[in-house]
């Protein structure tokens, strides 16, 4: 069994900053791909940002230059930081880990 669990959402003000976090436990011992997914209410879930062993990494437009994907494979764990955060950015974030996702973590911007 694998458990996916994040952490680090929250409210922020716009143009303020957060870390969320995403910690893999259980049967699993080599991660390839390890990505963020956000959906806003109404909104499709869509990618954020993902990152592969070796790393590269993918943005969508809309944070691309804000967020910063990285991973630390020594704890399974996988971080966003995202900087000068706008209230477009409000969702619940969820993790996805090697075909696994968490319960997702919400993120509120305020204006």
């Known amino acids: 069994q694998v458990h996916v669990v994040e952490s680090g959402g929250g409210l922020v003000q716009a143009g303020g900053s957060l870390r969320l976090s995403c910690a893999a436990s259980?049967?699993?011992?080599?991660?390839?791909?390890m990505g963020w997914y956000r959906q806003a209410p109404g909104k499709q879930r869509e990618l954020v940002a993902r990152i592969i062993s070796g790393g590269s990494t993918n943005y969508a437009d809309s944070v691309k230059g804000r967020f910063t994907i990285s991973r630390d494979n020594a704890r399974n764990t996988v971080y966003l930081q995202m900087n000068s955060l706008k209230p477009e950015d409000t969702a619940v974030y969820y993790c996805w880990v090697h075909g696994y996702w968490g319960q997702g973590t919400q993120v509120t911007v305020s204006s």
């Open positions: 259980g049967s699993i011992f080599s991660i390839g791909v």
